[in-house]
């Protein structure tokens, strides 16, 4: 299994701002994943972060919006930018799940509030 | 297209009686299924997956779940509740040689009573 963290674990910003989640990994990966959990939702993959390439975002995403870097295989962040209300989730990091009979793993979450 | 419906927003259950969160799922091909619970203030920790084999999956803190192919579901179960189950859980599917990325359920929160 793989051991995922997450900076900040939560964080109260004003609108209009932008934060910045960092996420770490204990082993080498290929592909990262970025969820929203929206309160009382699912989870949406917002996109799917590659080392060496540029993200793919999923239909209702977009990088000026979430931008997302991914500077080599144990790391990733995504930035949650021009801040709104509507932005107030948890955003979750995962790993793993591409394979056969692999299983998907997710980071403790960041909990966002904006005011 | 693939679909997963939790049927019930919340379970209550006394703690010690047997507890089952329900799924149902909808793929076309043969699903991959998950439970994931939530703690409150946690992320999503893996319970137990389905691929092929045995109908009766066996996973982490003593749950397990059923796969019924007729019934297109994979209802999670425990025996004897514990408070400390109270939870989010999350059902999720994707299919066998399809797209890598699951659809997950909307989530069942789980009350265990003392």
């Known amino acids: 299994s793989a051991v995922i963290s997450q900076k900040p674990s939560r964080d109260i910003c004003q609108r209009g701002t932008s934060l910045t989640i960092q996420c770490q990994v204990d082993s080498q990966v290929t592909m990262m994943f970025w969820y929203r959990q929206q309160p009382g939702q699912s989870l949406t993959l917002i996109a799917t972060a590659n080392q060496g390439s540029e993200a793919t975002y999923e239909s209702g995403f977009v990088i000026d919006k979430f931008p997302i870097s991914r500077p080599n295989l144990t790391f990733s962040t995504l930035t949650v930018s021009n801040m709104s209300p509507e932005d107030s989730s948890i955003y979750l990091c995962s790993v793993g799940g591409t394979g056969f009979q692999e299983t998907q793993y997710f980071g403790p979450g960041t909990r966002l509030l904006v005011l | 297209a693939q679909s997963v419906a939790q049927p019930e927003d919340q379970v209550n259950v006394a703690e010690g009686n047997p507890l089952t969160v329900k799924c149902t ?44 192919k007729s019934q297109t579901s994979f ?21 066998i040689g399809g797209s890598y990325i699951p659809t997950f359920g909307r989530g069942t929160s789980l009350i265990v009573h003392p």
Do not use: M
Request: net charge positive.
């Open chain 2, 25 to 68: 799922y909808s793929v076309s091909g043969n699903p991959y299924l998950f439970w994931y619970v939530q703690y409150p203030n946690r992320g999503l920790q893996f319970l137990l997956k389905y691929i092929t084999g045995d109908n009766l999956v066996k996973g982490s803190y003593g749950f397990e779940a059923e796969f019924n």
């Open chain 2, 75 to 95: 209802h999670l179960k425990k025996p004897s509740a514990l408070v400390s189950d109270s939870a989010l859980y999350f059902c999720a599917v994707r299919v």
